[in-house]
Nanobody, 120 residues
Framework: QVQLQESGPGLVKPSQTLSLTCTVSDGSITTSGYYWSWIRQPPGKGLEWMGGIRYEGITDYISSLKSRTSISRDTSKNQFSLQLSSVTPEDTAVYYC????????????WGKGTLVTVSS
């Protein structure tokens, strides 16, 4: 039973970098065949998959965010992180981390999400 938990500041100032960490338990982020994703949901809007990091460390991002997004990992802590630079109030959202199976459309395990507000 894989568990994921997001952590990080709930308030970020415009132009700064949003940084979140996902801690994974009862499963390894290096297990073959899986990838680890960040998804966000702005207030009143739908879910937006942002990017992910594969079990071997390769990253992928959606085009609209790739210039500002960096996903990294710390295998010794079984954690992966999100950095989103140059944030604006439009980046205010509930941010989720989740696991995906390579070749399968669904994301099977999710964190509960954490609200990040971008405001001065």
């Amino acid at each position: 039973q894989v568990q994921l938990q997001e952590s990080g500041p709930g308030l970020v100032k415009p132009s700064q970098t949003l940084s979140l960490t996902c801690t994974v338990s009862d499963g390894s982020i290096t297990t073959s065949g899986y990838y680890w994703s960040w998804i966000r949901q702005p207030p009143g809007k739908g879910l937006e998959w942002m990017g992910g990091i594969r079990y071997e460390g390769i990253t992928d991002y959606i085009s609209s965010l790739k210039s500002r997004t960096s996903i990294s990992r710390d295998t010794s802590k079984n954690q992966f992180s999100l950095q989103l630079s140059s944030v604006t109030p439009e980046d205010t959202a509930v941010y989720y981390c989740a696991r995906g199976r390579i070749g399968v459309d669904d994301l099977d395990y999710w964190g509960k999400g954490t609200l990040v507000t971008v405001s001065s």
